[in-house]
């Protein structure tokens, strides 16, 4: 199974982009890339997910590097209510098993 | 439309206890997993089911541990002997288990073990 690795944690402006990294070098050819955040007290919710190319979605969009061993995750302007933890995730191709891992804390500044 | 219910959203229970938690998914998801998440940590995998199979339960710690999903729609987590370790938010989600499509998750149950 691929491995993930996400810096602990972040910190973003208030209506500034955020760049949030994944790093997936053992990922395999089929493997699709998904990004999920959690706000306090609430349980996971999807954001966005991609397979090699960059894709862009209402909440934010994913960029995908080409040799695939890496992704990025853009929020183009940062809220508040953009203050979650955000994971990266690897399921691997032929399953359905989402393993997250401890993700990246994103605070926001007023 | 609805979303992934939980119930209860909170259980506290008497160490030793047997205790069941239940997952209503969004109608027509085929796929539903159980997390369960302790403080400061992410989600960890539990098992998923497939229709009424469970596909993976490689993520149940013991065999204490036990779920069912016997129409293929709502989930009952079930733990027997509760410990004071069992103490966790327990998240259900579910999905139209087609490729890569998302997981909905529910707001979780709080479980307390005194």
């Known amino acids: 199974d691929a491995k993930t690795t996400q810096p602990n944690s972040m910190e973003s402006n208030e209506e500034e982009p955020v760049h949030l990294p994944c790093n997936h070098s053992?990922?395999?050819?089929?493997?699709?890339i998904h990004w999920y955040r959690q706000l306090p007290s609430q349980g996971p919710e999807y954001v966005i997910h991609?397979?090699?190319s960059n894709v862009n979605n209402r909440m934010a969009s994913l960029a995908i590097a080409e040799d695939r061993k890496s992704s990025t995750l853009i929020l183009h302007r940062a809220t508040l209510r953009d203050a979650a933890v955000y994971y990266c995730?690897?399921?691997?191709?032929?399953?359905?098993?989402?393993?997250f891992g401890t993700g990246t804390r994103l605070k926001v500044l007023a | 439309g609805a979303g992934v219910s939980q119930t209860p959203s909170n259980k506290v229970t008497e160490k030793g206890k047997y205790v069941e938690l239940r997952c209503d998914p969004i109608?027509?998801?085929?796929?539903l997993y159980w997390y369960r998440q302790s403080l400061g940590q992410g989600p960890e995998f539990l098992i998923y089911?497939?229709?009424?199979?469970?596909?993976?339960d490689s993520g149940l710690p013991n065999d204490r541990f036990f779920a069912v999903r016997p129409e293929g729609s709502v989930s009952t987590l079930k733990i027997q002997r509760t410990e004071r370790g069992d103490s966790a938010v327990y998240l259900c989600?579910?999905?139209?288990?087609?490729?890569?499509?998302?997981?909905?998750f529910g707001n979780g149950t709080r479980l307390t073990v005194t």
């Open positions: 053992t990922i395999s050819g089929t493997d699709y």
């Open positions: 089911f497939q229709g009424t199979g469970a596909a993976d």
């Open positions: 989600a579910s999905s139209a288990g087609l490729g890569a499509s998302p997981l909905h």
């Open positions: 991609g397979l090699t």
């Open positions: 995730i690897l399921p691997p191709s032929g399953t359905y098993k989402y393993i």
């Open positions: 109608s027509g998801h085929t796929a």
